[in-house]
């Protein structure tokens, strides 16, 4: 009897332990649930703002979208109709191009030595402070820089325009590049150094390979935001009606820039061509994130 006297007690703590373990775990499950609701709405109301964005691009843009405009300049009034972005599409390739080829390399280099030298040294301390600083700060006062430093001296042009980006550009690559360098497993690098590579043959042929397809992403990145910029090319390529492919010391145009003018004037036909450069620059930026998305893949392989 005293046995059977003894077990009920512990039968009884047992069932109120599992009945505690199932009411901790149903209000685990149902939190869980009632935050991915949130999530789910959030994520849904983002997509919604940026899909419903882009219709309306496309919807006010699409009209005015011809081989007219993809291959003329616009008219020198913007009261007249036809036309197109064609000197606005050329200056702002030469200056994604040249900024890119200048801020791509330095962006990399510099995070290869905060990734792999700098550790948390002091000066890779400053790099990572001016890089973040950089990143927040307006476009507006690169612009401004750009045209102290250098615009009063050598005047208005592409090369102008592509320093200002550059500006723009390297912090984005210098931190994104760094973070895609830290995710390459240690084990790679342990493997090449007990193959005898030394250090900078590691990161060249294991850590760079692996994280290329990271950095990639990093630089479109750096790209789509450099295309989209108005305020620092107002103050350092001015703008241009005519097609123009010299680099320094003559105005050139860009699609930020006529965008900006077009929109911005009252006249219906310049507001159109506005909408419908704002739909070729998203398709823009929408190519090259796709291309460079097909090569991430690809070097995976």
Same mark, same amino acid.
């Given at each position: 009897?005293?046995? *059977?006297?003894?077990? *009920?007690?512990?039968?009884?703590?047992? !069932?109120?332990?599992?009945?505690? %373990?199932?009411?901790?775990?149903?209000? +685990?499950?149902?939190?869980?649930?009632?935050?991915?609701?949130?999530?789910?709405?959030?994520?849904?109301?983002?997509?919604?703002?940026?899909?419903?964005?882009?219709?309306?691009?496309?919807?006010?843009?699409?009209? &005015?979208?011809?081989?007219?405009?993809?291959?003329?300049?616009?008219?020198?009034?913007?009261?007249?109709?036809?036309?197109?972005?064609?000197?606005?599409? *050329?200056? #702002?390739?030469?200056?994604? @191009? $040249?900024?890119?080829?200048?801020?791509?390399?330095?962006?990399?280099?510099?995070?290869?030595?905060?990734?792999?030298?700098?550790?948390?040294?002091?000066?890779?301390?400053?790099? +990572? $402070?001016?890089? %973040?600083?950089?990143?927040?700060?307006?476009?507006? $006062? @690169?612009?401004?820089?750009?045209? !102290?430093?250098?615009?009063?001296?050598?005047? =208005?042009?592409?090369?102008?325009?592509?320093?200002?980006?550059?500006?723009?550009?390297?912090?984005?690559?210098?931190?994104?590049?760094?973070?895609? /360098? +830290? /995710?390459?497993?240690? %084990?790679?690098?342990?493997?090449?150094?007990?193959?005898?590579?030394?250090?900078?043959? !590691?990161?060249?042929?294991?850590? /760079?390979?692996?994280?290329?397809?990271?950095?990639? #992403?990093?630089?479109?990145?750096?790209?789509?935001?450099?295309?989209?910029?108005?305020?620092?090319?107002?103050?350092?390529?001015?703008?241009?009606?005519? *097609?123009?492919?010299?680099?320094?010391?003559?105005?050139?145009?860009?699609?930020?820039?006529?965008?900006? %003018?077009?929109?911005?004037?009252? =006249?219906?036909?310049?507001?159109?061509? &506005?909408?419908?450069?704002?739909?070729? /620059?998203?398709?823009? @930026?929408?190519?090259?994130?796709?291309?460079?998305?097909?090569?991430?893949?690809?070097? +995976?392989?």
């Amino acid at each position: 009897m005293n046995g *059977i006297d003894a077990a *009920i007690p512990v039968a009884g703590e047992s !069932t109120l332990n599992r009945w505690t %373990d199932e009411r901790v775990a149903s209000g +685990r499950r149902w939190r869980n649930r009632l935050m991915a609701g949130f999530m789910g709405a959030a994520l849904a109301v983002s997509v919604s703002v940026v899909g419903l964005i882009l219709l309306y691009v496309v919807k006010a843009g699409l009209g &005015a979208m011809s081989w007219e405009f993809l291959t003329q300049p616009p008219p020198y009034s913007y009261r007249l109709e036809g036309g197109g972005f064609v000197n606005g599409l *050329i200056g #702002t390739a030469i200056m994604l @191009v $040249f900024a890119t080829v200048v801020s791509a390399p330095m962006g990399v280099m510099a995070a290869v030595y905060l990734a792999e030298y700098g550790g948390k040294g002091t000066l890779a301390k400053l790099i +990572r $402070f001016f890089s %973040d600083v950089m990143t927040g700060v307006p476009s507006v $006062f @690169v612009g401004l820089f750009v045209y !102290t430093a250098l615009v009063t001296s050598f005047g =208005f042009g592409a090369s102008m325009g592509a320093i200002a980006l550059t500006i723009i550009m390297l912090p984005i690559i210098i931190r994104s590049s760094e973070e895609m /360098l +830290r /995710l390459v497993p240690r %084990d790679l690098k342990d493997a090449s150094h007990a193959l005898g590579a030394s250090k900078s043959q !590691t990161i060249v042929r294991v850590v /760079l390979p692996s994280a290329a397809p990271g950095i990639s #992403t990093g630089v479109m990145l750096a790209v789509a935001r450099a295309a989209g910029e108005t305020a620092p090319l107002i103050l350092t390529i001015l703008g241009a009606q005519a *097609i123009v492919t010299k680099l320094w010391d003559e105005a050139i145009a860009a699609l930020p820039l006529q965008i900006f %003018d077009g929109a911005r004037n009252p =006249f219906a036909a310049g507001v159109e061509r &506005a909408w419908a450069g704002a739909l070729e /620059l998203v398709v823009i @930026v929408l190519a090259f994130t796709l291309l460079a998305r097909l090569l991430a893949s690809r070097s +995976r392989i």
